[in-house]
């Protein structure tokens, strides 16, 4: 699985990689620092630039995989709805969210 990038409701940034969901850490330079939303887990992850992000501490629970492909799923329909012209897409997304 692609490590992808998602808004959580809060607006902040959550990244998805191999079903594990991290929340940003800290940015130093150009190093993001993921760890894992699961505040009791020691999972962590870290991206140098534009490298792809990769998992730098064990996680003491299983990933999910169902949540981690539906959130993409919809972060992938919202951009789609971002990129259409129409109007309706403010509708759309309502319903979707
Ligand atoms: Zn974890």
Redesign the pocket.
Known sequence: MMATIVESKRKKPTLLLDN?RYTQDKILNTTIYWK???RS?P?RAIQYDSNPSRMTKL???EGDEVRCKVEELKMNLKRHIEDSPQPVKKISREHII
Request: charged share 10%; aromatic share 12%.
């Open positions: 594990f894992c939303e699961n887990c999972g996680h003491n629970h």
